[in-house]
């Protein structure tokens, strides 16, 4: 990658070698590699770079620019959706940090009864989220939810829709954000030294000063990541404005989609997802100079692990205890409600009743074997199939690239453009996508994309590069280098040795990356609403109408059994992720890996034999 190399010259000073073209061009590794950069090039200003620009040049150049904002401040609902997105990102900080301390400290830090079942219990937000989450908060609590009809019994002239607006919103959305708690609160807790509480108690400071004066300081930076990222959530909330929010307590991404969808009010449209876009940026940069000034935990070398600590406080115990099980009730409540309600019948759905008499299988007969109602299914899984897969082999050759070329000025701006995703909300790389390639356009050759499924395919993977790059780098960098040196001295060509050694190791992070991120992209609402083609229906859009939808009576039904199906894939993959414990895939694979560089030793030894 690096075209000019130092030398020596002949009167000892150290001059630069000119790029030898033709010497280049004939090696067929260079003509890969060439071949390597142009098309992720051509990639990356297409989908990455061009319409965003397009998407910033129709709004601040196209001669509306000042009239649409104007309209956008004289609209009483944009504005008003503006405010109430700002008071749920705000809300969120305060309440997601609270309940997701908790959780860590109940299932980390004290001595709970039932901590492991309560662990499985916090992590429930893993395998279901989105649409899903949303519509099982709705159908317990909602208008004709179990919980809701259980109050109505108890307090007869209670209001049946009291689950709507903005303290519906903030409450599914503390208890769905609290993943980033569970992972990385979890993981920082675990990194302090316990020597320190060990000190602190034997200078006379209790449980709360130990708490509140040592554990919480040192979890400051993993604080400050998480509270910006939940910050983000709440202003790029979707489903719970869209499903609880009602008409008092609309947000930003809705009414964007809404604007969107209307010709006439597109640009009104583009505007807001501009101003979430520069929103999300701000704050982004702002975690990015926090963590440059070196906001990090101290830790001591040799470290002693975390201890859970009793709660000599009898009260407090026992409050700890009530709190630790209402949040459990709270977490597994609308997974059992969906399990337990897709066997019941459409009338006992309906009628919020739970009544094991009605117990059938006919939702699920009714799933697999309606074409209207397993096209969906289908459809999405197929989708997120090839998505996922692309983006894995995408994202496989430009780590490749990446690693082996660190050094090279190329290979960061490579990985820079394929990390601008992560700068923008979903939102607005998919109106920019609609906006640009609604018609033909020079960057794909004038082939126009509306209207089709590849450009629901291209949203999807555009907006999954990010995370997959990260990780995988990640798995890539965890390699041992010796393996890939020891192939190169025992000769063994470079295709070679990244197939036959150094993939089998990568495998099983990809293996992981595909079924997360499979996972993440079967239920997906927010890209498929503006980029999916009318001929297409995915899981996200009708769990979203089905649950919006009063007139068909096997809706909620047919919603709650694709919700299981969701779940269980979901359920099933976050096992095969985090489950399994003890056993060194590491090691298993390096030593697969050396197992091959013996088989290449002896193969050239034979060859060697064979000639002389």
């Keep these: 990658m690096t075209f000019f190399k130092a030398t020596k010259s002949a009167d000892g000073l150290t001059g630069k070698r000119k790029f030898n073209f033709k010497k280049f061009i004939t090696n067929p590794r260079n003509i890969i590699l060439l071949i390597e950069g142009i098309f992720f090039v051509w990639f990356i200003f297409s989908f990455l770079i061009y319409p965003n620009l397009n998407l910033f040049g129709d709004v601040f ?12 401040l004289d609209s009483d609902r944009a504005m008003k ?24 400290l109940i299932t980390e830090y004290f001595r709970i009864h039932g901590g492991k079942v309560l662990r499985v219990g916090y992590m429930s937000t893993m395998i279901y989220g989105g649409m899903i989450l949303v519509s099982g908060y709705n159908y317990l609590y909602g208008e004709v939810g179990y919980f809701t009809k259980l109050l109505q019994f108890i307090f007869p002239g209670m209001n049946s829709t009291w689950f709507e607006g903005y303290g519906a919103v903030l409450f599914i959305m503390t208890f769905a954000c609290t993943t980033n708690h569970v992972v990385f609160l979890r993981n920082a807790l675990h990194q302090i030294d316990y020597q ?19 554990v919480i300081p040192a979890l400051l930076p993993s604080y400050l990541s998480i509270t910006i990222l939940t910050f983000i959530k709440g202003l790029c909330a979707m489903a719970a404005p869209l499903i609880v929010g009602g008409e008092g307590f609309q947000t930003i991404n809705p009414m964007i989609i809404t604007f969107v969808s209307n010709s006439y009010t597109r640009n009104l449209g583009s505007v807001m997802a501009i101003f979430l876009g520069i929103v999300t940026i701000a704050l982004l940069v702002i975690l990015n100079w926090f963590e440059r000034r070196g906001y990090y935990m101290s830790i001591s070398k040799v470290k002693t692990t975390i201890v859970k600590q009793r709660i000599k406080n009898p009260v407090m115990n026992v409050v700890m205890h009530i709190i630790a099980y209402v949040f459990f009730i709270i977490y597994v409540a609308p997974i059992v409600m969906i399990v337990l309600f897709s066997f019941m019948d459409t009338v006992a759905i309906n009628s919020g009743v739970l009544d094991f008499s009605a117990f059938t299988f006919d939702n699920y007969i009714m799933v697999f074997t309606d074409a209207t109602n397993y096209e969906p299914l289908l ?24 690693t082996k070329y660190k050094k090279s000025r190329l290979a960061r701006w490579l990985e820079y453009g394929l990390l601008i995703p992560w700068l923008l909300p979903a939102l607005l790389i998919s109106v920019g996508l ?40 990640a798995g890539f960098y965890s390699m041992d280098d010796s393996l890939e040196e020891a192939a190169k001295n025992l000769g063994a060509g470079g295709m070679y040795t990244f197939v036959r050694v150094m993939l089998p190791i990568i ?6 990356l595909w079924a997360l991120e499979f996972n993440g992209t079967l239920g997906e609402y927010d890209i498929s609403v503006l980029l999916a083609p009318t001929s297409i229906r995915t ?44 056993s060194n895939h590491n090691a298993q694979r390096t030593k697969r890996a050396k197992k091959q560089l013996e088989r290449i030793r002896r193969h050239k030894l034979n060859m060697g034999e064979e000639r002389a």
């Design 61 to 72: 150049f196209g001669g509306q620019f000042v009239d649409n904002i104007k309209l956008v």
């Design 81 to 104: 959706a503006i405010g109430n997105s700002f008071i749920l990102a705000i809300s969120m900080c305060v309440t997601v940090n609270v309940v997701g301390t908790l959780i860590v």
């Design 196 to 214: 320190t509480i060990e000190a602190a108690r034997n200078m006379g400071a209790g449980t709360a000063r130990i708490l509140f004066k040592v």
């Design 379 to 402: 459809t999405s899984v197929l989708l997120s199939a090839v998505s996922v897969t692309l983006v894995i082999i995408l994202v496989l050759f430009a780590c490749r690239i990446i």
């Design 434 to 473: 609609l906006t640009t390639y609604n018609t033909s356009q020079w960057t794909i050759f004038g082939i126009t994309l509306g209207g089709t499924v590849v450009l629901l395919i291209l949203g999807y993977i555009v907006n999954k590069i990010p995370y997959t790059l990260r990780m995988t780098k």
């Design 507 to 512: 495998i099983p992070t990809l293996l992981a």
């Design 539 to 582: 899981l996200g859009l009708v769990i979203k109408s089905l649950t919006t939808d009063t007139y068909d009576p096997n809706s909620t039904a047919i919603s709650f059994v694709y919700s299981v199906i969701m779940m269980a894939i979901a359920g099933i993959v976050v096992y095969l992720v985090y489950g399994r414990k003890g």
